[in-house]
């Protein structure tokens, strides 16, 4: 089992910045995949931000491409959500996720990860 623990949410202005966080723990791997993604109320959760453990490839959707970034620290077990220019439909819950591995093409489907956090607020005031 993977257990993983988001962090960093809050509220924040528009325009401003935040940093998440999402710590791995239990089994891990080095060939797989870690993701984040988001739900606004009474929406479907989407994709965000996808990161390789081993290369550290990404790959983004198109509504933060530019305004996010997403990093690992292999020694430490975490991903990073830097959010910078954040604007208010930003706000969602965010969810940190881990998959075992990389299939080509499904690294944005729910169905590619395995594990999930519990979720971290975010909040963007205009």
């Known amino acids: 089992q993977v257990q993983l623990v988001e962090s960093g949410g809050g509220l924040v202005q528009a325009g401003g910045s935040l940093r998440l966080s999402c710590a791995a723990s239990g089994r891990t791997f080095t060939s797989g995949i870690m993701g984040w993604f988001r739900q606004a109320p009474g929406k479907e959760r989407e994709f965000v931000a996808t990161?390789?453990?081993?290369?550290?490839?990404?790959y983004y959707a198109d509504s933060v491409k530019g305004r996010f970034t997403i990093s690992r620290d292999n020694a430490k077990k975490t991903v990073y959500l830097q959010m910078n220019s954040v604007k208010p439909e930003d706000t969602a819950v965010y969810y940190c996720a881990a998959g075992e591995r990389l299939v080509p093409g499904t690294r944005t489907l729910r169905s590619s990860y395995d594990y999930w956090g519990q979720g971290t607020q975010v909040t963007v005031s205009s």
């Open positions: 990161i390789t453990w081993r290369a550290g490839s990404t």
